[in-house]
C-alpha cells in the first residue's frame, strides 16, 4: 500500500497516527530530529504493531536533506507533517526558534514536492479561533488574531498551504484543526511526553496523582461557564490519530471540495477543567490535590467544536470519552514510573 512521510512521527501525535497507518495497511516512513521525542518509541511501535517503522533523523529545515530523502523515496505519496515546536509560553519568549522550525521545515517539505503530486495533511490547531463569537465553533469561522507566536505559525502556515495548493495543482492539502489532544494509546506502550514541568492539564493531573508534582492549580473559577472554570473540546488521541487516516484516504480518492480544505478534529463536547479533574477521579479511583488559582494569561474562556463537516465529508468521528481518555492518560503515567523511555 502507500508509502506516507510521517513528519514529527516519534512524536506523541504521530506515534499513534503512525500506528493507524500500520493498522489501515500503509507504509509509513518517520522523519523526525528527536528534539522533542526519543528514538525508544520506535522499538514501542514495534511492541504494538510487529513492525520498527522506517525511521530517518534529520532536521527539515536543512533543505538539502529533506532534498535527498525526496529524491531517494520516489514512491511516497502523502506526508502528514506533524513536525513543529508547540509549547506556546517558550514561542512567546522565543518567537525566532518557533517562526526558524514551523516555516523552514514545512516550506522545504512544500519545495522537495515542487511538480510532484502529493496528498499532504497539516497538523493545525483550534487555537487560530481565539474566543469564538459563537458555539460551537464551524471551519467558516473568522480567524482571530493569534495569541502567540506559536498559534501565528498555524494560522500563517494554513495561509501558505492555501495560496501553495491554489497556484499549484500537485499539492492536494488538508489542515485538520485539533481542539485539545489527550491520553495515551490503550496498550499504554506510547503517550505523551513532556519535558519538564507540563503546561498542559492532563499531563500535569496524571503527574500530580502519580507524585511528580505538587497539586493542581485550576487556572480560573471566575469564567463565564456553569461552574466557572474554562471550557474546551478534550479528543482522544488514537481518535485524532484515525483522523489522519481519513484525511489521507479523502485525498487519495480526490477531494471534491478542492485542492485545500480545512476540518475540525474534536468531539463536538466541551467539558470544564473542574469536570476533567472530577472524570479523572471517578475514572481511575485516584484522588486529587487541587486549588483554586487566578486565570492564565492568554487563556481563552470556552471553546469546543463543530465536527459536522468532518463526519460528513471525512466520514470521521471520535468514538472515545472523556473517562476513556482519563483512563489510558493514567495507565501510560503508571508504565513510565516503571519504564522511563531512554
Ligand atoms: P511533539 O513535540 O510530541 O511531536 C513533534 C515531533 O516533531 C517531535 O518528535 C519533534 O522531535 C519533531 N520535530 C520538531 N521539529 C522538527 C524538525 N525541524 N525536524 C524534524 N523533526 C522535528 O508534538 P505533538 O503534540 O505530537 O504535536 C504534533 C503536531 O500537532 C505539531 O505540529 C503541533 O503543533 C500540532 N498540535 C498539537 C496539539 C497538542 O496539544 N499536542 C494541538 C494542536 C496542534
Ligand atoms: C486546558 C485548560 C487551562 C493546566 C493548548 C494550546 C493549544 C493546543 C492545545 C497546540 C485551560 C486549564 C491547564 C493547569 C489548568 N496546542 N489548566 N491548570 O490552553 O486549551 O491549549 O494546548 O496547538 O494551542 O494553547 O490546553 O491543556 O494547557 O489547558 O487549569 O495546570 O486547562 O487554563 O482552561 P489549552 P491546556
Known amino acids: 500500500m502507500s508509502k506516507i512521510l510521517v513528519t514529527g512521527g516519534t512524536g506523541y501525535i504521530g506515534s499513534h497516527t503512525v500506528v493507524e497507518l500500520l493498522r489501515a495497511g500503509y507504509t509509513p516512513v518517520i522523519v523526525d530530529n528527536l528534539v522533542n521525542s526519543n528514538a525508544g518509541v520506535l522499538d514501542q511501535l514495534k511492541k504494538i504493531t510487529g513492525i520498527k ?59 522537495a514536492y515542487a511538480g510532484k503530486p502529493v496528498n499532504f495533511v497539516f497538523s493545525s ?17 473568522p480567524v482571530k488574531k493569534a495569541e502567540s507566536p506559536y498559534g501565528n505559525t498555524k494560522q500563517i502556515a494554513e495561509e501558505i498551504l492555501a495560496e501553495t495548493a491554489a497556484a499549484f495543482d500537485n ?4 489542515s485538520l484543526r485539533y481542539f ?58 488514537v481518535d485524532l490519530a484515525k483522523a489522519h487516516v481519513a484525511a489521507i ?5 480526490g477531494n471534491p ?17 473542574l469536570e476533567v479533574i472530577k472524570a479523572f ?6 484522588k486529587l490535590n487541587y486549588q483554586i488559582g487566578p486565570r492564565r494569561a492568554g487563556d481563552v474562556e470556552q471553546v469546543w467544536g463543530d465536527v459536522s463537516k468532518s463526519s460528513q465529508e471525512l466520514g470521521w468521528k471520535a468514538e472515545l470519552g472523556i473517562d476513556e481518555m482519563m483512563r489510558s492518560a493514567w495507565k501510560w503515567e503508571q508504565y513510565l514510573k516503571d519504564h522511563p523511555l531512554a
Not at 74 to 91: M, R
Not at 92 to 107: A, E, G, T
Open 281 to 286: 477521579e471517578a475514572s481511575t479511583g485516584v
Open 249 to 253: 484516504r479523502l485525498l487519495e480518492k
Open 125 to 141: 490547531s483550534c487555537t487560530v479561533y481565539g474566543q469564538p463569537d459563537q458555539l460551537p465553533v464551524t471551519e467558516t469561522a
Open 53 to 111: 517503522p522506517e525511521f530517518h533523523n534529520f532536521d527539515l529545515c536543512d533543505d538539502e536533506k529533506v532534498n535527498q530523502f525526496v529524491a531517494e523515496h520516489p514512491d511516497i505519496t502523502g506526508i502528514i507533517h506533524f513536525a513543529a515546536y508547540k509549547a506556546v509560553g517558550e514561542s512567546v519568549q522565543q518567537p525566532l526558534k518557533y517562526y526558524h522550525n514551523n516555516f523552514f521545515s514545512l516550506i522545504n517539505l512544500l519545495n
Open 180 to 237: 485539545n489532544p489527550v491520553g495515551a494509546h490503550e496498550s499504554a506502550l506510547i503517550g505523551e511526553l513532556p519535558l519538564g514541568v507540563p503546561q498542559n492539564l492532563v499531563p500535569f493531573i496524571t503527574q500530580s496523582a502519580i507524585g511528580k508534582r505538587g497539586p493542581i492549580t485550576v487556572f480560573g473559577d471566575d469564567y463565564n461557564t456553569p461552574d466557572g472554570s474554562a471550557i474546551r473540546d478534550y479528543i482522544h488521541v
Open 257 to 273: 471540495k478542492g485542492n485545500y480544505d480545512v476540518f475540525n478534529i474534536g468531539t463536538g463536547k466541551g467539558n470544564s477543567v
Open 171 to 174: 499539492y492536494h492539502i488538508v
